[in-house]
Nanobody, 114 residues
Framework: QVRLVESGGGLVQPGGSLRLSCAASGIGFRSRTMAWYRQAPGNQRELVASISTDGITNYADSVKGRFTCSRDNAKSTVYLQMNNLKPEDTAVYYC????????WGQGTQVTVSS
């Protein structure tokens, strides 16, 4: 059974940090390039970061230098460390396989506000 379960979101002040986690099952995690996406109200879902099976990462220009994506294949989990958060980072964050999109999880809400 395919499951993608995101967690770790919350309310944080500008400049703060959060670490998101995504536990995956049923997708052959070790063989998948994984990605984080986000969707703000009224906007389309956008790609934020990705990590290949051998750990190569790519980031959207808007988060480069602030976000770090990592993975733990033993736990079938992908992480997104978010530092120096800005109000424009406010969105629901989702993970999925980058090239084989599976049913989306519920996402985790990140709100950056003072």
């Amino acid at each position: 059974q395919v499951r993608l379960v995101e967690s770790g979101g919350g309310l944080v002040q500008p400049g703060g940090s959060l670490r998101l986690s995504c536990a995956a099952s049923g997708i052959g995690f070790r063989s998948r390039t994984m990605a984080w996406y986000r969707q703000a109200p009224g906007n389309q879902r956008e790609l934020v970061a990705s990590i290949s099976t051998d750990g190569i990462t790519n980031y959207a220009d808007s988060v480069k230098g602030r976000f770090t994506c990592s993975r733990d294949n033993a736990k079938s989990t992908v992480y997104l460390q978010m530092n120096n958060l800005k109000p424009e980072d406010t969105a629901v964050y989702y993970c999925n396989a980058k090239y084989n999109t599976y049913p989306w999880g519920q996402g985790t809400q990140v709100t950056v506000s003072s």
